[in-house]
């Protein structure tokens, strides 16, 4: 089933929050266009985290910008190939796991001279868009990131679990 490109992001972070809900992890979306975090996750002793959000369906993320800051991490949520009532793949990366997969990018593509700015995003110095700036971000495929897949513990050993409520 195809996603309509405009909530193909909403269905991606309500997909992750659903999958920390079912962790014991509270996640709270945040709501609007112009926003640098999808969701807030509050964990025991009020450990607090931000989750930055992919979803796709086609063959990989396109220009991705990734993440910078204390206590941020991005999710990857992959559709693709999947039917309607089946779950999507996840991805889940730490900040030194993206710079570690931008570094490799630098090293594959030393002609290009990719650098990274303040917020660590690529910057491709040789590939002028059409303003005449660089290009910024980078496209990202699942084969990239498979050691990430699944790895919901990062999460939940950054923030902990909430202990579940046995009166309910």
Known sequence: MKISKSTLGLAAEFAVASELGRRNIYAQPTLGLQKRTDLLIFGAENKLLKLEVKGKQGKDWPNCKGIYGDNVMLVFVDFAGKGEFER???????????????????VKYSEKKITLDERNVPIWTTQINARGQPYRGIGISPGQIQKHKEQWNKIIELVGQIKPDNNR
Do not use: C, G, H, R
Request: glycine content about 0%; overall charge negative; charged content about 25%.
């Open 88 to 106: 999507p793949d996840f991805y889940i990366l730490t900040i030194q796991d993206w710079l570690d997969l931008v570094k490799e990018a630098i």
